[in-house]
């Protein structure tokens, strides 16, 4: 893994050629790398989630360079005349993580993000519980195996974002357009989705206990094999909407409106009908 970490660094350093500290900053970066791959295999990672999740971190190398030295001077000894080198090229790797497009691994409980722009910001394996991305344009943005617990998307664009594996227990997302978005293994519990757009949204493998998807149109949503305790369904228009060895016994369809495959569906795998039209 070393090799190819070491690799990956060849590549995003190439466009600056051999710069005079070339050989510290990629000794220092390739440390770097090194200990967050062994931190998140001790997490239990795969090694190829441990890779992936390393690189997703590594940020804007272009920031990084602003902080290296480039006078040709330094080559060698006098590089240790600036023992705030080091910290200060370690600095730029963690703000450069923090610019516009790469928040992956970090800290930002009970932050204000709303009204920004964040389209396809990284934010995965990050503690954000508590944050506001109110009216934010998350669109394709990613949240792998992020802490998400109470935080607010009012009215946020998040068309195409991915959750994958994240905490998103009693988060809001009332009014917010969640078209073709993922949330693929999350946890849900306590969740609103009032008034919010859902066509294609994926929520295979997820616990909704206790979500209330009343009085929303639901087309080409996927709930396959997904914890549906106590989840409401009333009043709502179920279009092509999959539920595949999904707990739907537990689920409440009072008043909903479906088409025939979807009813079909269901029907077989004992949910409770009663009170449903077919449209």
Known sequence: ???????FLDEAF?????????ADVMSELL??????????????MSDTEAYQATI????????????????????????EEEPGWRES???????????????????????????TDLAGADFSYSAMSGVCFDRANLREAKFRGTDLKDASFVSAKLNGAMFAGC????????????????????????????GATLNRANFRACDLTGVSFDGQTLEGVNFDGTSLKETSFKNAVL??????????KHAVFDGAKMDKVTYALLQGAKATLDNVTIA
Not at 1 to 7: A, C, E, V
Not at 31 to 44: C, I, S, V
């Open 1 to 7: 893994m070393d090799k190819k970490l070491s690799t």
């Open 14 to 22: 190439a466009p600056y050629g051999d710069f005079p500290a070339k």
């Open 31 to 44: 440390t770097n790398l090194q200990e967050k791959y062994a931190d998140l295999r001790k997490q239990g």
């Open 56 to 79: 997703d971190s590594f940020g804007d190398v272009k920031e990084i360079m602003e902080q290296v030295p480039h006078d040709r001077k330094q080559d060698s000894g006098e590089r």
């Open 89 to 115: 090229l370690k600095e730029a790797f963690r703000s450069a993580k923090r610019s516009r497009s790469k928040f992956a691994q970090t800290t930002l409980q009970q932050t204000d993000l709303s009204d």
């Open 167 to 194: 905490s998103v227990q009693n988060v809001r997302f009332k009014t917010a357009d969640l078209t073709d978005t993922d949330f693929n293994a999350s946890a849900l519990k306590g969740s609103s989705f009032e």
């Open 239 to 248: 279009r092509n909407v999959s539920f595949h060895h999904s707990a739907v």
